[in-house]
C-alpha cells in the first residue's frame, strides 16, 4: 500500500502517466483493495483541484528585473558600494561583544562565588559520624 501512496503522489491519479513496469501491479491492487480505490479517489480529486488553478505567465518586466539582479549585485560590489555594507549590524555585534565579556568577568571573578571563598574558613564535617553516633557522644552509643 506505501508503493502504491508513493506511486500516486508521483505520477498523479491517472494510470497513463504511471510508470509501464508498475501500472500492471497497480491495477491488481486497485481490483483486490478498497483502501487503494480510497487512495487512488482521494489522488483524483487533489488532481482536478490543481488542473483548476490558473497557470500565470510573469510580465516582462518582472522576468529581466528578475534577471538583472545578479548582475546589478556585481556591478555594485565592483564599485565598492557595498564596502560598508556591515555598518548597520555593527550595534548587534557590539552588545554581543559586550554581553560576553561582561559573562566572562562573572564567571572568573569570586565576586559573584561566596561559597568558595567561604568554603576555606570552614571545617570538613563528615556526616555519617552523626547518622553512626560516632560523633554525638563520642562512640559510647554502641
Known amino acids: 500500500m506505501d508503493e502504491f501512496r508513493t506511486l500516486l503522489?508521483?505520477?498523479?491519479?491517472?494510470?497513463?502517466?504511471w510508470p509501464r513496469e508498475r501500472q500492471t501491479g497497480a491495477q491488481a491492487l486497485l481490483a483486490s483493495s478498497g483502501e487503494a480505490r480510497m487512495l487512488l479517489a482521494d489522488e483524483a480529486a487533489f488532481d482536478a483541484l490543481l488542473a483548476g488553478v490558473p497557470e500565470t505567465v510573469p510580465s516582462a518586466a518582472l522576468m529581466q528585473g528578475i534577471l538583472a539582479i545578479p548582475r546589478t549585485a556585481k556591478q555594485e560590489r565592483k564599485a565598492?558600494?557595498?564596502?560598508?555594507?556591515?555598518?548597520?549590524?555593527?550595534?548587534?555585534?557590539?552588545?554581543?561583544?559586550?554581553?560576553?565579556m561582561l559573562g566572562f568577568y562573572i564567571g572568573t571573578t569570586s565576586l559573584f562565588q561566596p561559597a568558595r571563598s567561604m568554603a576555606a574558613d570552614t571545617e570538613t564535617v563528615n556526616i555519617s559520624?552523626?547518622?553512626?553516633?560516632?560523633?554525638?557522644d563520642g562512640g559510647a552509643g554502641q
Open 9 to 17: 503522489e508521483a505520477w498523479g491519479a491517472d494510470p497513463a502517466r
Open 80 to 100: 565598492g558600494g557595498w564596502r560598508f555594507g556591515f555598518l548597520p549590524a555593527l550595534p548587534r555585534f557590539a552588545g554581543l561583544a559586550t554581553a560576553a
Open 129 to 136: 559520624d552523626y547518622v553512626f553516633g560516632d560523633s554525638i
